[in-house]
């Protein structure tokens, strides 16, 4: 196949409702994730933690998608809509892992019923940053993902969805970040390394709802580039620590994010090889299920600890049991509680713009509203 035959049209992207590969990336982020916390010394030195980096470009990526093509099809974007979507995606699990990791820590009774204590107000409020050390302090992530989802919506529902004003607000977001870490000014509730990743998603999403910029997009949809882009991840994951000595934590996290921006397209290409790799169904499993791994991962690796002997939980012996049970425990939490919670908050949001449509119809339409828009990729942040 040639390079060229891998890119997709404008009208192929429109069309899309579920990227696979994307899913898969999913997959392969929170392998990351577990082969930095339980993976030992051999697996830390590969930088597993960059994969909550990689979820955060996904995330920006899709929730603007999602905005953008519900403006394309109803002519306005419902926030109420959009943060119903997003609390029953989140939060139902969200809650259930807390009040199960509490109960747990109190029958222990041990340190880590003090820490949860402590960390529950900021956890309940979702500063999740300003925790200190608990068992779920991984959460930090969902706290600045849920601010994001504050802020950036209403920024361009307030300053308009056009290519232009879109992209005029990313930059303007930017600057505000550089200056935020040029001038010092900088504590846990706002770093901007966190949130540079979902501005970089969003702004790719900007830039491929546009016919026009579509087509500067389309020429990373090659095998090509793909395989170079994963060269570059690889390096940036193996040489991290080299590359942050030279030009800063912030600036490194920036590069990663930038780069695994740049790969979405060639994995929305679904003709790359590297796309067709990660939309497997395998990874697509595990990425619909990555939400609730991320999660519960704590609960699996101490179990695991606390059922076998001591001497054989070393390196990637508790990274592979661990992600296994985490898998096998997330599988029933998204069939029996997260999914069909996520669908429920679908079909709300749905009512709720349909309502809307029906009370305010588009100026200059006489006729019934216009259906609602593709809900875009419904899976797992």
């Known amino acids: 196949m040639s390079e060229r035959g891998t890119a997709i ?28 916390h339980f993976g030992g010394i051999g697996w830390t030195r590969f930088s597993g933690w960059l994969g909550v980096h990689a979820f955060f470009v996904l995330s920006g990526f899709l929730i603007t998608t999602l905005l953008l093509r519900e403006r394309d099809g109803t ?22 892992v ?15 019923w003090e820490q949860m204590k402590a960390a529950t107000p900021y956890y309940l409020t979702l500063l999740n940053e300003m925790a200190n050390v608990a068992p779920l302090h991984m959460t930090w992530t969902l706290g ?27 930059g303007f977001c930017l600057a505000a970040l550089a200056m935020i870490d040029i001038g010092g000014f900088r504590w846990d509730l706002l ?32 095998h090509g580039t793909a395989i170079a882009l994963v060269v570059a991840l690889l390096v940036v994951h193996r040489r991290f ?38 939309a497997s169904k395998p990874l697509v499993f595990v990425g619909h299920r990555s939400y609730a791994m991320y999660l519960v991962q704590y609960v699996a690796a101490h179990t695991v600890i606390a059922v076998l002997p001591a001497p054989t939980i070393v390196g990637g012996t508790l990274l592979f049991l661990s992600f296994a049970l985490a898998l096998v425990l997330s599988d029933q939490l998204y069939r029996w509680f997260e ?3 996520t669908d429920w908050g679908h079909r709300w949001a749905k009512a709720v713009k349909q309502a809307a449509l029906s009370k305010t119809p588009l100026p200059g339409c006489d006729a019934a509203p216009a259906a609602l828009p593709p809900a875009g990729n419904r899976s797992p942040l």
Do not use: C, H
Request: proline content about 4%; cysteine-free; aromatic content about 12%.
């Open 75 to 96: 002519g306005r974007t419902s926030l109420k809509a959009f943060y119903i979507r997003r609390a029953t995606r989140l939060l139902p699990l969200y809650l259930l």
């Open 191 to 222: 770093l901007p390394q966190n949130y540079v990743g979902m501005l970089f998603g969003s702004a790719l999403a900007l830039l491929m709802n546009s016919r026009r910029t579509f087509t500067l997009v389309r020429v990373l949809m090659n």
């Open 339 to 341: 999914k069909p919670i």
């Open 241 to 278: 620590p080299v590359i942050a000595g030279r030009i800063g934590d912030a600036s490194a996290i920036a590069v990663y994010s930038l780069l695994i921006a740049m790969l979405i397209p060639a994995l929305i290409a679904s003709r790359t090889w590297i796309a067709r790799a990660l």
């Open 98 to 112: 807390l009040l199960a990791v509490l109960a747990l820590s109190y029958v222990a009774q041990d340190g880590t």
């Open 144 to 170: 600045v993902e849920w601010k994001y989802y504050l802020v950036w919506p209403t920024l361009l529902v307030v300053f308009g969805t056009t290519l232009r004003s879109g992209l005029a607000t990313v």
């Open 9 to 36: 049209s404008f009208e192929d992207f429109q069309g899309t409702r579920n990227f696979g590969a994307l899913d898969g990336l999913r997959a392969v982020s929170v392998f990351l994730v577990f082969s930095d």
